[in-house]
T-cell receptor
Framework: KQEVTQIPAALSVPEGENLVLNCSFT??????LQWFRQDPGKGLTSLLL???SQREQTSGRLNASLDKSSGRSTLYIAASQPGDSATYLC????????????WGLGTSLAVNP | ETGVTQSPTHLIKTRGQQVTLRCSSQ?????VSWYQQALGQGPQFIFQ???????GRGNFPPRFSGLQFPNYSSELNVNALELDDSALYLC??????????????????FGPGTRLTVL
């Protein structure tokens, strides 16, 4: 059974810092892994999708990596800004007929001006 | 290209009532997934619909049911509401394309959610 863990649960940093959010999964047979952003009380915004055959994806100041052998994905945010403050969730899609997303609990990020 | 929309945005019901939530998928998408997100938790998969049929279900009782229509929009119905059903209900759309003899799930795009409160 796939389990997804995100560390840390919360993070507070000053503006301008580079930071790394971690996502671990127990079953390496994933189909893909997706990173999302969620603002309080709002829906989810997809940030990056990494297919199982890929090692990383980049979008602007965001870079996500995937290491299936170690069961880890990291989301790197460069030059953080107050507007980056949100909860960041990772979700893995496992192989098989039931291709649902398995989610972590998220990392709550606060970037202070 | 329109994004995923959900209605209503907020809803208050009492225990025992029934509720219907609606989702319009993104243009070009044929798959809709529903998730329940309790406060402070990650989303939990309820079920997925593909071509108007259920294509996978999470650990939710039968009083959670759904429909997908020919235009790929979808409904989530919950009967006999319980207090613990209070949550943000999220709908996500994606497309399934076959290649190399296997199905491929593209990125999932989420709607803004419906906040359901059961009193």
């Amino acid at each position: 059974k796939q389990e997804v863990t995100q560390i840390p649960a919360a993070l507070s940093v000053p503006e301008g810092e580079n930071l790394v959010l971690n996502c671990s999964f127990t079953d390496s047979a994933i189909y893909n892994l997706q990173w999302f952003r969620q603002d309080p009380g709002k829906g989810l915004t997809s940030l990056l999708l990494i297919q199982s055959s890929q090692r990383e994806q980049t979008s602007g100041r965001l870079n996500a990596s995937l290491d299936k052998s170690s069961g880890r994905s990291t989301l790197y945010i460069a030059a953080s800004q107050p507007g980056d403050s949100a909860t960041y969730l990772c979700a893995s899609r496992v192989d098989g007929n039931n291709r649902k997303l398995i989610w972590g609990l998220g990392t709550s990020l606060a970037v202070n001006p | 290209e329109t994004g995923v929309t959900q209605s209503p945005t907020h809803l208050i019901k009492t225990r025992g009532q029934q509720v219907t939530l609606r989702c319009s998928s993104q243009s070009g998408h044929n798959t809709v997934s529903w998730y329940q997100q309790a406060l402070g938790q990650g989303p939990q998969f309820i079920f997925q619909y593909y071509r108007e049929e259920e294509n996978g279900r999470g650990n939710f009782p039968p009083r959670f049911s759904g429909l997908q229509f020919p235009n790929y929009s979808s409904e989530l119905n919950v009967n006999a509401l319980e207090l613990d059903d209070s949550a943000l209900y999220l709908c996500a759309s994606s497309s399934i394309r076959g290649f190399s003899g296997s199905s491929s799930y593209n990125e999932q795009f989420f709607g803004p959610g419906t906040r359901l409160t059961v009193l």
